[in-house]
């Protein structure tokens, strides 16, 4: 059974920072790109950024580029999201999701992707 769990969310004021990590289980991790989407309130939830299998090349949102950076390490089968510079426009439930053979022009696609994690809160005060 295919689980991923998120944590590290919470309430920061802005200008802050927050570490995202996404466990994995039950999957062969790294043979996985994961992504990370972000939903707010009454919003559809949106692709931020994601980091392809093996080779690791990432993939950002244009608005969080230079504040947002994502990371994996393989061996622990974790993917990690860290916010810098948070804004109040990044409040939103931030989840991972995982897919083995998406194609680079479905990155942005949430319903391509074949497992989600349940999500994490994050709250940015201005």
Not at 32 to 56: D, H
Not at 94 to 106: E, H, T, V
């Amino acid at each position: 059974q295919v689980q991923l769990v998120e944590s590290g969310g919470g309430l920061v004021q802005a200008g802050g920072s927050l570490r995202l990590a996404c466990a994995a289980s039950g999957l062969s991790f790294s043979r996985y790109t994961i992504a990370w989407f972000r939903q707010a309130p009454g919003k559809e939830r949106e692709f931020v950024l994601a980091v392809r299998a093996n080779g690791g090349s990432t993939h950002y949102k244009d608005s969080v580029k230079g504040r947002f950076t994502i990371s994996r390490e393989n061996a622990k089968a974790t993917a990690y999201l860290q916010m810098n510079n948070l804004e109040p426009e990044d409040t939103a439930v931030y989840y991972c999701a995982a897919d083995r053979s998406i194609i680079l022009s479905s990155l942005g696609l949430a319903g391509q992707y074949d497992y989600w994690g349940q999500g994490t809160q994050v709250t940015v005060s201005s």
